[in-house]
């Protein structure tokens, strides 16, 4: 009798914890689908407002006449403003919201650490040095962006070959982290140096203006160039994101597994690095996205990166947006998105260490 009784309570227990986790997946499919709908809103709504304002009526007036070439019923100056202004920027704002927050939530399963930023490897300072070279050397545009995109990528090279040399290929990831704030620390002292011997009325302000980060400048060709890096990074990671949930419990529990942790750490490294590299390399400095939206979407659904990525994408495409929008509209001159992040980001991030100690 009291093994069919013990029998019965832990049946009831496990239809209890399936209806449980069945409520938990529907309300996490209900928070995604609302944040969904308020990140298409804020999409939309940043196509029509600015200094040249398009009411969203005439908004899907042009872009149904230029899909189905329909009649001309707007103005030129409506459709350049469109197309060749809010549509780049706009698509930049949420592919690079969401590649920082992707990256940066990467990194943070990946060593175990909320406080990891997608510049903890020196993507970001090898990226910055890249750019600012090319432009003490008059590079275009293209060629700059491409500068600072290798120099980032090189930067990651370095930390994981120097950490691997040190410690004698054991892999430790409190001495990746260490070797990548030495070799952030080289670089930044490479773009002082830049910044120092730089022409101070022309050179220097504009490597100071980039730095500060922006997309006033980004173009349709340098969106279909971001894709390139983009699409590369990111889909490893998102087709790799339940593995991640197995890194965040220490090598020895993944190895149990049947996890390479190594060949994991590699790929998740290599995607993180492109993500961010890229960003910087057509946006500049942009700090704080990366380690402050994972926090917020772990409050919003919790640690399990099955869903926390997908969150990450929306709420870090749309926080980027806003701020952008705020940019470029709060004053008569534009502020440079890396301040209004900065500003906006530093005191977030103390609120969500005081109200999210136990999402992580």
Known sequence: MKIVNNSVKVEKELISIASTESKTTKNKN???IILSIISLSIFLLSFTIGRYGIPLSQLFNIVIGKLFNLPVTWSKTEEMVLFQIRVPRIFAAVLIGTALSVSGAAYQGLFKNPMVSPDILGASSGAGMGAVIGLLLSFNSIAV??????MGVIAVILTYAISNIIGKDKGSIV?????GVVVSNIFSAIISITKYVADPDNKLPAITFWLMGGLSSISNSDILMF??????GIIPIMAIRWKINILSFGDEEAKSLGVDTKKMRIVTIICATMLTAASVAIAGMISWIGLIIPHIARLIVGPNYKVLLPVSIIVGSSFLLLVDNFARNMFQMEIPLGILTSIIGAPLFLYLLLKGKKAW
């Not at 962006?145 to 290798?150: C, E, S, V």
């Not at 001495?175 to 070797?179: E, F, K, N, S």
């Open 175 to 179: 001495l990746l982290v260490l070797t």
């Open 30 to 32: 209900l928070i995604i």
């Open 227 to 232: 894709l390139i890096p983009f699409s590369i």
């Open 145 to 150: 962006q491409a500068m600072a995109f290798i």
